[in-house]
């Protein structure tokens, strides 16, 4: 209050002081959001040498508009690399409030890491075009992934490459609590990082799942 009234007696309009103030608030803003993530990092990797099944947290999740795009992956370095690309162009085309959460799924059925069909991309609404040209070769459109009623989740600190083990955990669950896989994995960045640095990296290991049928309910179906 004492350096806006210094302001007024200096004869500063009061919309140059709003805008200030603005600024000012944003830019704090920014560095308690910096300070939140890096709580969480130093906090997660307490945590995960010691996380189990019980960590475990299934989500049900409302249909999602999807901006996304499709890339074969030679391998799990390929795939990085070009998330890690679509990371560095994204900001130059869209609004700061939707780069919030970065998306990688599987496009397979099953659990492989080498010549891989993966989806990249972000949550939109419907304010973002259906399809945008990122101008190095690749166009981004949308989607609507469906509702998952059952999305089994676990957070994982560090880099994707060491993933496999959080997805353990998840499949050890899965078993224990009579649960079947029912959709693609997928790896969700729980904010965008600035590299893939193993130290900027916190995301959530995520399968959808649907409980398994009793044998009877089975055979029953079956005949």
């Keep these: 209050l004492e350096q806006i009234a210094q302001l007024l007696d200096e004869g500063i309009e009061n919309d140059d ?12 803003e920014s560095r308690i959001l910096e300070d939140l ?14 996380m189990g099944i019980e960590d475990v947290v299934v989500k049900n999740m409302p249909p999602q508009k999807f901006l996304s795009v499709d890339h074969f992956c030679l391998n799990a370095e390929d795939g990085m690399a070009f998330a890690l690309q679509l990371i560095q162009e994204l900001p130059k085309h869209m609004p700061q409030r939707y780069l919030q959460q970065f998306v990688v799924m599987s ?4 659990f492989i890491a080498e010549k891989v069909d993966l989806i990249f991309g972000i949550f939109v609404d419907d304010q973002v075009p259906d ?3 990122m101008g190095s070769g690749f166009t981004l459109t949308t989607t ?9 989740t676990i957070a994982h600190v560090g880099s994707p490459l060491s993933a496999h083990q959080s997805y353990g955990v998840l499949a050890r669950w899965i078993e224990a609590n009579h649960y079947v ?10 904010h965008i990082p600035k590299s893939m640095n193993e130290d900027d990296i916190i995301m959530e290991v995520q399968i959808p799942v649907k409980p398994q049928l009793p044998d009877t309910f089975r055979t029953e179906s079956s005949s």
Excluded: Y
């Design 144 to 152: 609507v992934l469906p509702a998952i009623n059952h999305l089994a």
């Design 181 to 190: 896989c029912a959709g693609n994995p997928r790896d969700t960045f729980l």
């Design 37 to 50: 993530q890096r709580l969480r990092r130093v906090e997660m990797r307490i945590k995960s040498p010691e």
């Design 131 to 133: 399809e945008i040209n």
């Design 107 to 110: 496009n397979n059925d099953d």
């Design 17 to 28: 002081i709003q805008t200030m103030l603005v600024k000012q608030k944003s830019e704090l």
